[in-house]
């Protein structure tokens, strides 16, 4: 019976092949009677891009919108292509997202273009776009992937009841669809309801022939119920079936919970080697070592580990071992002066592990300080001694100039809260200035242009020292940081003390460890009476929360 179905297969396999050399055939003659027809062209690319020709494809297309820059079937599968070939290009996502919008603006109606929109933004880490053009596809033709995709994105925004109404739409209207039930079992898991995970992801696996996505989800519905071995035996499997890292680390973490620890040091094992023969990115090395890491009982296994690494590893690949091995060190032992940081990319790696810590429950309040004091002591202390006097003029009643630091002046959370103290700001009485350490631009950063009455400067590319010096010429009299530890900040900036009076603010509650920032503003609720111990600047309690301010300049 296998071998009649496999013999079925490839004979539909090469049915479909020589319909697609057909139709290729027969799109290419039609383009060359007519090389100027934008529907030729259109349907000509299409085929490339169905066959993952996506070079062609592209050209294709290109040649139709020159034809006909309003042909929306055109924007939309350029857009798509774009999107196929980005990788981890995140300018080549946003250029697919403006062709998705040519699309819906050149033709209305068209779902595929509000579906494709919202998967992207899904892509993009931007739900609440997801959701706006998922439930715009939606109310033009129902799909059971679409309503997958926007429950998954109400998920992300931690909307679960709209999220389970979206799920349990697409299983009444498509039950023989498996995308709503594998995502509605993660979301069981998600709230703790193991047996009805379970019951999702078997359906899952009954409609998909057991998918390897199916798969995952019901172990990990199994691990949720405390089955774990159950769940082990569901891992193994995967790993016979496709030899990927992932699947390696899954099951030496299962097998870390069943405390079969060198058991999971060989998954582990086998996992890397696996990834090394692929030749990826070496980012399960970290998951792996932090798993064994977060044990002080388990460290030797995570040196072993490491250990089993060949002994010549490509350039980017050895130097994220060693950001590792430091990882190690400094989560587990805290021996700081024995394995003191010093490069300019430890900086960074440091500056993580304190966001790390943050969000820890591992670790008590004094250590946390303690951490963010040692940062201050090897990084930024040095600027402190070199920086030179300010030369502010101290004149009674003169404009006030203020700069805020963020990369976020962009749709995000950080932006819905600062937006209402940048916007009330008496621009008799305050020049504000905003420095942008991002390169995305969205309605937000066009928004936030507008309340700088003193500056707008987009940093990111500039050198800490080029900032400061920046910041020093536009005389800025207080300096805002809003981002703390958090990605892609410019602590650094503030070591240098470019403005005589720095302050903390909303995006890192947390203390920086820096003497070099002045004040931090927070509240009764954050920073309960008794915390000035723990933080090295002079906190200022708002009355209420410290999210939500009011101005008196």
Not at 106 to 133: C, G, K, M, R
Not at 247 to 264: I, P, T, W
Request: net charge negative.
């Amino acid at each position: 019976m296998n071998e009649l179905t496999q013999n079925v297969n490839k004979m539909l396999a090469g049915k479909q092949k020589q319909l697609t050399q057909q139709a290729t055939h027969h799109a290419q003659k039609a383009v060359k009677l007519a090389p100027n027809n934008a529907g030729f062209l259109t349907t000509l690319a299409t085929i490339y891009r169905t066959t993952h020709q996506y070079q062609e494809a592209e050209k294709a297309y290109r040649q139709a919108l020159k034809q006909n820059p309003e042909e929306a079937i055109a924007l939309d599968g350029l857009g798509q292509t774009l999107w196929r070939l980005a990788g981890k290009g995140q300018l080549q996502k946003e250029m697919a997202e403006t062709y998705f919008k040519q699309a819906i603006a050149a033709n209305p109606n068209l779902e595929i273009a509000y579906f494709s929109l919202a998967q992207l933004s899904l892509e993009l880490d931007n739900a609440e776009q997801a959701v706006f053009y998922g439930n715009q596809a939606l109310a033009r033709h129902p799909g059971a992937s679409i309503f997958a995709t926007v429950g998954d994105a109400y998920q992300r925004l931690e909307k679960y009841t709209e999220a389970e109404h979206c799920y349990q739409q697409g299983i009444q209207q498509f039950p023989d669809h498996s995308s709503c039930y594998k995502l509605y079992a993660d979301l069981a898991i998600e709230q703790e309801n193991p047996q009805q995970a379970k019951d999702l992801a078997h359906k899952a696996c009954a409609l998909t022939q057991n998918d390897v996505e199916s798969l995952v989800v019901l172990a990990k519905a199994y691990e949720a119920a405390g089955e774990l071995a159950t769940a082990e035996n569901i891992y193994t499997g995967l790993t016979n079936q496709a030899s990927l890292p992932g699947y390696y680390y899954s099951l030496a973490a299962n097998q870390v919970k069943q405390g079969q620890e060198k058991a999971a040091l060989e998954m582990l094992t086998q996992g890397m080697r696996v990834e090394l023969e692929r030749q990826e990115d070496t980012i399960y090395l970290g998951i792996y070592s932090a798993q064994f890491a977060s044990d002080w009982r388990l460290f030797s296994h995570a040196t072993e580990i490491l250990k089993q690494l060949p002994s010549q590893l490509p350039t980017e690949q050895q130097a994220y071992v060693e950001q590792v091995v430091r990882m190690i060190l400094l989560r587990i032992t805290g021996e700081y002066s024995k394995h003191p940081i010093h490069a300019e990319d430890d900086i960074v790696l440091y500056s993580s592990y304190l966001l790390d810590m943050h969000y820890s429950p591992e670790y008590t309040q004094e250590e946390v300080y303690t951490a963010h004091c040692e940062f201050d002591r090897l990084f930024t202390q040095p600027f402190i001694l070199t920086s030179t006097p300010h030369k502010n003029l101290l004149e009674k009643g003169r404009q006030l100039r203020v700069g805020y630091i963020s990369e976020d002046f962009r749709e995000h959370s950080v932006a819905y809260f600062i937006e209402s103290v940048l916007s009330s700001h008496d621009p008799e009485k305050v020049a504000v200035f905003c420095y942008y350490n991002n390169t995305h631009q969205d309605a937000v950063t066009e928004r936030f242009k507008g309340y700088c009455n003193g500056g707008w400067r987009d940093c990111m590319e500039w050198t800490d020292d080029e900032l400061a010096n920046i910041i020093r010429r536009d005389k800025i009299d207080f300096l805002v940081d809003l981002m703390g530890h958090t990605g892609k900040n410019r602590i650094l900036v503030f070591a240098r003390k470019p403005a005589p009076v720095q302050m903390a603010y909303l995006g890192y509650s947390d203390t920086t460890g820096l003497t070099a920032i002045d004040y931090r503003l927070t509240d009764a609720y954050v920073e309960p009476e008794g915390a000035e111990q723990f933080s090295s600047e002079q906190l200022l309690r708002m009355p209420d929360s410290y999210f939500v301010i009011n101005l008196l300049i």
